[in-house]
C-alpha cells in the first residue's frame, strides 16, 4: 500500500512532536488547515521525552521544543538539520488554582503562598529536573525566595498539562503552568504571574530533524511561523518569541 | 512497617553521626545517592504492601473463578483484567477521580484522616491494582491444579468449606501461590504510568524506583543514573525470585524419613 | 437399615433403583459401568439424583418430594474411594485424624490404629506407602471421623494378592468389631462374601435382584460366581 500511494499523488503526513504546552493552539490550527493539506500528524509529550525520542531515531519532521536546552542538547547530537531552527514562540508562568477556589497569593510574600497551601495541599508542577515548565517554574520559585516555602510541598507531574490536570480537578490548591495551559483550561483561574526575570526566557525553538529537510517540512515551518498561525498562538496564550 | 522505613529514611536525612547513617556511609558514594536509597526503600515498602494487601482479594477471588459457577461469571473476568488491558495512565487518572482528595471515596477517607492522594500509601494503591489481575490469574492456575477429587473425600470426613481451602488446597497449591505472589511483587516494584499519574512524584512520599529512574532518564546525562537504579532494580528481581525458589525447596527438604 | 429409592442420569447413563435391605453390611455387585460406584456416590452426596429418597438407618438424606438435601460434610458417611484419595501433603497420622480434628479421644484414635495394624505407619507419607497400607490407612481415616455408616468402594481393587489378603483380614475384623452399616462396592465374589449379609445386583444401571449372603451356603466359588452373575 506504501507503495501507490506516492504514485497516485498522495502524500504521506508529516510528523511534529511538539511540547505537550503547544496541544490546544496546534490542534486548532491543524483543524482549521493553517499548517497544509494532509495536515500534519500532531504528537504531545514532555519536550524530554521528545527530544530522547528523536535522538533514537523517532520519526518525527518538526520539533517544537518548550526550552532551548532540550533543543540544544539535540543539536549538540547532530539530530537537527542545520539552518533550520528559529525561535517561534514565547509565554510567561503563571501561578494557577481551581476555578472555584477564591485564595489569593502574593508572589512576593511567602507566607501568602503558605497559606493558600495550607496543612496538607500540594503544589503541582512538572517534574524540574526534565520538563522544562518544571525547570522554569524551579528557577522562579528560588529567584523570588519561595522554595523554601514550598520545599516538601511540591507534587511533580511528568509533563505540564498532568500538572494542570491535578489543579483543574481540584486535587492540588494551587499550580504553575505556563500562561497557554491557564487560558485553555476553565477549570482554572490566574491567582499571579510570574515575572520574566525570575526564570530563563520561555522560548519555544523550532527546527527540522535530520534526514527529514524538505520543500514539505520548509513549508510546514513557514506555515508555523505565519502571522495567520501566530494570531491563533497569541489567542491560545502564547507570546511572540523574546528576542 | 511504615515505621520502619519512616526511620529509616528520617536516617538517612540526618547527619551520618547516628547508627544507621553510618552504616550508609560505607557503601553509599560506592552504589547509591541518599535519594536513590529513599527511592529504592519506598519502592520495597510499597511493593511489599501493594502485594500484601492484594492477596485476600486476589485469593477469594481466584478461588471463586476457579471452584464456582454463578451468573456474571465471565463479567467479574473481564473487570478483572481491565488493569492489564487499560494504559497505566487511564488506570491512574480512574483512581485519580476516585480516591483523589475530591473522589467519591477519597472524600470519606480524608474525613476519616486515611490519607491516601499524594501519600506512599496511593501509591502502594496504584500498585497493588496493577498487580491484581497478574495475582488473580496465578492463584487460579494454582488453584486448579489441585485435584477436585481430594476436596471430595474431604467434604466427606466433615470438612467445611474453609477446612477444605485452608487445609487442603492452600497447602497443595502452595508453588503457584509463591510463583504468583513473586510476579504480583515484581509487578508492583516496577510499577510506573498509574503510579505517577495518581500521586505524582514526590520524593520519599510517591516518588518510587521506577518514578526515580525516568527522571534520570528524562535528565540530560542522567543515564549513569538511571543505569545504576536499573542494575539495583534487577538485583531486586533477583533476590525476589531466589527468594520464591527457597520457599518452595523448604517443604520439600523436611520430609520425613520412614 | 438402607432405603434406596432414586433416579439419575450422568450424560448418556441412567441409573434407577430402588431397594430396602435391613442387613448391616450390604453388597453392590456388578460389573464395570454398571452402576455401582454412582449409587455409592449419591449416597455420600458427591452426585444428586434427578428425583428419589435417600436413607440410612431412618436418616434421610435425600428426598426430592420434601427437598431435603443434606450437604456432603453433614451426611456423617465414612467413604474409602477406589482411588484412595490420600490427602499427599500430610502424614498418615494427619490423614486419619483429618476427619476428627478436635477430638481428644486417644484411645478410640488407638483403637483404630490397632484394628488396622497402622502402627508403624503413622509418621510416613502417603507417596512412602504400599496398595495395601494406603487402602487401610483410608479406611481408618473412614472410621475416625465416627460415621453412621460405611461406604467403600472396591476397597480391594488394584492389591496383589498378599495385600488383598491383608486388607481383607482387616475389614473381616472390622466387622466383627463394629457395629457399623457397610454398604460395600464390588465386582468380586470373594470380597462380597466375607464381609456382606446381603448382595444387591446390579446391571446396566438396574437393580437385578437381591439376596442374603447366607443363601450360598458351603458352595463353591466359581459356583457362587455364576449365580451372582447370573441374568
New interface residues.
Partial sequence: MALWLPLAGWTAPLTIFAAASLKPALDDLAAHGALGKPAPRLVYA?S??LA?QIEQGAPADVFISADE??MD?LAKHGEMAAGTRSDLLGNTLVLVAPKTSNVQVDLSQPQTLRRALGM?G?L?IA?P???PAGRYASQSLHALGLWDSVTGK?????DVR??LE?VA???CPLGIVYRSDAISEPRVRVVATFPAASHQPIVYPVAIVRGHDSAASRALLRALKSSKAQVVFRRHGFDTPPR | MDGIFVAGRRALKQNDDNRFGSCFRIYRPMILSQDETIALLLSLQVAAVATVCALPPATACAWLLARRRFLGKPLLETALLLPLILPPVVTGYVL??VF???GAIGRVLDALHI?I??RWTGAALAAGVMAFPLLVVALRTAFESVDRKLEQAAATLGANAWRIFFGIALPLSLRGLVAGVALAFARAFGEFGAT??F????PGET?TLPIAL??L????G?ESGALRLTWIAVIVALISTLAAALLLRGPRAREVEP | MIELDFALTRGEFSLQLALRSEARALALFGDSGCGKTSTLHAIAGLLKPARGRIALDGRVLFDSDKRVDVPVARRKLGVVFQDVRLFPHLSVRDNLRYGAPHSGDASRFDDAVQLLGLGALLKRKPDRLSGGQARRVAIGRALLCAPAALLLDEPLSNLHREARAEVLEHLRGLKRELALTTILVSHQADEVLSIADAVAVLDDGRLRKVQPVTQFGGEQHSAIRATLEAR
Fill in positions: 514532555a524530554s521525552s530522547r536546552d532540550w542538547d496538607v500540594r503541582s517534574l529536573q526534565s520538563v511540591l507534587a511533580m507531574s511528568r498532568a500538572a491535578l480537578r481540584g486535587e | 485519580l477521580e483523589g482528595h475530591r490519607s492522594a499524594f505517577i499519574t500521586v505524582s512524584s514526590i516518588r525516568y527522571e532518564l528524562e535528565t540530560p542522567g
